[in-house]
């Protein structure tokens, strides 16, 4: 079978790194036409730095990178240093990029892209706050429907919220954006916290990342080790959850991932619940359903993926 043609909407984010390196690791299977930036975990200018730094350490400098929204629609941006250090890559020493940020802005180039590619052979992988994807629905309505599928991370049910009680942080740094999204019609499968949360860098793991000796299994140890801290300190957890990583590597093993077929609304109006993704898991309204919900994974399969693909690198 082809490559799936791609587009990563991202904002690195050490496990948006791992997510990007997996997918440009796995040229058989998909085929990244671009990597766009957005303001989330870092500032925008950041976050279009970081994209360009991990392509480097993936040694694709070829692979464009657009620079998208610097906030969110209708908020001020909410940023997460506190996880991901004042960087958003904190943990290994990466240089600096040297490869270019393209000139056009990620909005146009995702437009662009679906309008010159076939319809529904482009699929758009948000691992950020949906405000670049929301933009593009915005300004370009006819490319809704040209869209293959979207696959993002975002979200939670049972897991509930990790920034507030009640919500994801993708989704509650833009909630107007997300509820575009989830309204559009575009096919979407939800990578949320419920089964991110199952991701988890075990030292184990993390081991066999650094003993595979290369410049990328380094960065991803160190990136991992960093980023545990928060989530072994909030969770008790075993390691850092790579929650953007559930988006890539179902492009290529969707036989590791389970899930619901389910209405999925976002709350935008109260402000103790603001973001929260309203998933009807058990069936208890007659809304339509407008997304495969993931809620379990094969975390043993889902780390050999990754660690043989990075081995690639
Ligand atoms: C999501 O928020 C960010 O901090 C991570 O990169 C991930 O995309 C998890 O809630
Ligand atoms: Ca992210």
Redesign the pocket.
């Known amino acids: 079978m082809a490559a799936r043609k791609i587009i990563i909407d991202t ?1 690195p ?4 790194a791992v997510a990007i390196l997996l997918a440009l690791a796995s040229p058989e299977d998909v085929d990244v036409l671009g990597i766009t930036a957005v303001a ?2 870092v500032p925008l200018d950041l976050t279009a730095k970081n994209a360009r730094i991990v392509c480097e350490l993936a040694g694709k400098p070829d692979v464009p990178v657009f620079a998208g929204c610097d906030r969110p629609l209708r908020r001020d941006l909410v940023t ?1 240093e506190h ?2 250090g004042k960087t958003g890559l904190d943990g290994p020493d990466l240089p600096d990029p040297t490869m270019p940020l393209q000139v056009q802005h990620a909005v146009d180039f995702i437009i662009d892209t679906l309008r010159n590619h076939d319809a529904g052979t482009v699929t758009l992988c948000p ?2 706050p949906l405000t670049n994807i929301a933009t593009v629905f915005q300004k370009a309505p006819d490319v809704v429907d040209r869209v293959q599928e979207i696959v993002l ?2 979200g939670a049910y049972f897991e509930v919220g ?2 507030t009680p009640a919500a ?3 989704i509650y740094v833009d909630p107007e954006a997300a509820d575009i999204v989830f309204k559009s019609g575009a096919p979407i499968v939800v990578m949320p ?1 419920d089964v ?1 949360h199952k991701a988890l860098v075990t030292k184990t793991r993390n081991d066999a990342f650094r003993a595979l000796g290369t410049g990328a299994g380094t960065a991803v140890a160190e990136m991992t080790d960093f980023f545990e801290r928060f989530d072994k300190e909030k969770y008790g957890s075993a390691g850092a959850p790579l ?2 990583p559930c988006v890539t590597a179902y492009l290529i093993r969707p036989d590791l991932f389970s899930g619901r077929h389910i209405n999925v609304e976002i709350e935008t109006t109260s402000e103790l619940t603001m973001g929260m993704t309203v998933a009807d898991w058990w069936g208890v309204t007659d809304r339509p359903a407008n997304a495969l919900f993931i809620g379990d994974l094969d975390a043993d399969g889902f780390f050999d993926l990754l660690t043989q693909r990075l081995a690639r690198l």
């Open positions: 904002d984010g050490q496990d948006d989330g975990n997460a996880v991901h691992l950020g991370m975002g990790n920034i994801e942080f993708n916290l991110t929650h953007d």
